[in-house]
């Protein structure tokens, strides 16, 4: 697969190229102007959706490597929370907002080991941080979605090409050659 998409990104390229050769930048017909806007079209269509998608399918896999480093980061502070007197029993619903407000004003260290209220924020500031990462992944992951959109409407102006090509060349034979008889 990933050979025949460089040969269409490679014949996407050259083609262009070829059909501005072929006109002889001589744009007497509305068919041959047509023909020439739609190849300007899908070729444009085509690196921009090939560009965006390559950009989102790096952006995810970076996302999702960062949300592994996160969940192991964050199972270690958990647990380091379990191992604290009462620790498990410190963060309940908004006492977060304690914790982190302990922290700053405190100035508590960022890493004491037998420090209560430092390592239940860094353990609720990770648990946002994955929260925060998720949802980056899951906007991703729909702007993906898109792009199924965009592929649809890739090859249905490309099907447009192809048709106006295809009368491109009726009429051609059909004018040009009747000059023989």
Known sequence: MKTLL??????????????LLHTGH??????GIALTAMTLIVVLSGFIGRFFNARISRTIKAQKAMLKDLNR????EA????????????????????????HRVLAIPERAEQDLPSVAAHTVE??????????AIRTHETF???FKIWLRGHIL???VLYALLALHVWSAIHFGLRWFA
């Open 73 to 76: 980061a964050y199972e270690e």
């Open 144 to 146: 993906k979605r898109a």
């Open 157 to 159: 102006i490309s099907a």
């Open 26 to 31: 001589k744009y007497d017909s509305p068919l």
């Open 126 to 135: 990770l648990a946002e941080s994955i929260a925060d990462v998720e949802y």
């Open 79 to 102: 647990g380091k929370l379990r191992e604290l007197p009462g620790g498990t029993s410190y963060i309940r619903p908004f006492s977060w907002v304690l914790a982190r407000k302990a």
């Open 6 to 19: 460089s040969w269409h990104i490679y014949a996407g390229v050259l083609g262009p190229i070829l059909v």
